[in-house]
């Protein structure tokens, strides 16, 4: 009698031949670059230094595409945006100390926004480990602790044979839900020495899934199905794992009103009956959800920027359906199930009962017609004028990626981004500097559609660099820069809490020339002709900048008062 687990594959001839005898001039950076594609990748993102030369001499006798950046934190933005877009794991390769710990920015937004990044980087030769103070050239104490605490895992390597099993481990930690950043370290000596380990021919992993537990749904069916006034938050967890088509149906066949966090844009038809759009920073949406009597949450933790800034009070019985088990009722009691939100919406619609409720389309039109009144009387043509010209010129199915900058966040509440998983921001953790670098990420992943990245002059600084990246490999990415000769969230916020701001106001540089002397076109453009502008420079192949000089004003909070 055969059981599966005594099935073993058993290797071919060649394969065989293959491993007796492996090609000669090989190290342990090839065994690095041999399992990344034996387990799929086709692209990785990075920066040389010293001690990871055997990976980066290991990328030479490969077919794997290395698109290098000029800073290692702005490498990281772009495997996060390549991660997001695909749904794959992204290789980061890193160097030790230094360029290891300049990449935490970069994986922390990543661990934030669930995006799955593989960062591999060097360390110091094996006699150095274990703490002791040898004075080898980068060393830290431990320099896995510095990243225990913002990526999903740890793996440390010793030996050659340990690589291709470690890296595998990662993959997998990267591509189980929640999706996010992991560490591997591998020692200098170890990429360096010279290997008689067979070829990596293969590395297949399988992800777990994570379903709901059926009695959890089967109470949450009964509540959605019997509530009087249902709502739904729809967050990232919901574009993450390709859900917004089930979601949509769930909300039409319970008739509940839908609001998507500034995470989950594109989850949700934004012109739909059903739809409150994004307006999360608004007084009248958190009433209305407050007034739900069930309130169901997929894909969020209900954090700061998702709770009105934590003072949203639910008084109905809350549903969260959620993967990371740390966000589980972090905030809020509810009716917590650990799940993958298309699993979980699944679910859920197998079960639910169908509710008729034709005043909710008109709830939700007099809703938005109270965020409408309450932003029209405060005279802010200007910042909703240069929105509706981005949203113009920007293509239905192109990416966009937004720093931390005034126009990102009226984007958060007021931009269509007509489709799930199109619209990106830094919103998970908040670092400046990410817009630009994650747009080049995205056009290495997909070529076939501009990609706009748009930045304040504040965050523009952090990126500048990679407009040479983006010059050398020709990438199709339009950079929006609102030029208003500073911090111009912070001098809105100091201004408002102490009455001046200070450390606010910057010196830079001519954006247009700037960008030309990189060999990459630049035009300085207005309110009126933006629109046109942005629309050439995206239709163009390869990199472009539009400089837009504009103060641009924060529509008032309601969370302060």
Known sequence: MTHDHDLVLRPTAAQTEAALNPPPGRNGGDLVVESLAGLGATTVFGLPGQHALGMFDALRRSDLRYIGLRVENN??????????????????????????????????????ASAPVLAISSQVPTAGLGGGRHGYLHELRDQAASFRGVVKSVHTVRTQSQIPSAIAEAWTSALTVPHGPVWVEIPQDVLLAETQIPVVTGGDTFPEEL???????????????????????????????????KLRQLAERLQAPVVTTFGGKGAFPWTHPLSLQSWLEDRHTTDFLEDADVLLVVGSGLGELSSNYHTFKPRGRVIQIEADLGKLESNHPALGIHADARLALQALLETVGERTDPSAPERVRAVLDKVRDRIAAQELTLEQDVLAAVRAALPPGAPSFWDMTILAYWAWSAFDAKAPNTMHSAQGAGGLGYGFPAALGAAVADPTHPVLAVSGDGGALYSVAELATARQYDLNVTWLIVDDG????????????????TATELTRPDYVALAESFGVPGVRTSPQTLAADLATALAAPGPSVVVLPAVLRMFAPTHLG
Not at 486 to 501: Q, S
């Open 75 to 112: 490498a990281g933005f772009a495997a996060d945006a390549y991660g997001r877009v695909t749904g794959e794991a992204a290789p980061l390769l890193l160097s030790t100390g230094p360029g290891a710990l300049t990449s935490l920015a970069a994986l922390q937004e990543a661990r934030a």
């Open 211 to 245: 379903p709901p537990r059926p009695e959890l749904t089967a109470v949450a069916a009964d509540l959605l199905s019997r509530a009087e006034r249902p709502a739904i938050v729809a967050g990232g967890g919901v574009v993450r794992a390709d859900a917004a088509k």
């Open 486 to 501: 500073g911090y111009g969230i912070l001098r809105e916020y100091m201004t408002d809490a102490f009455g001046a701001p």
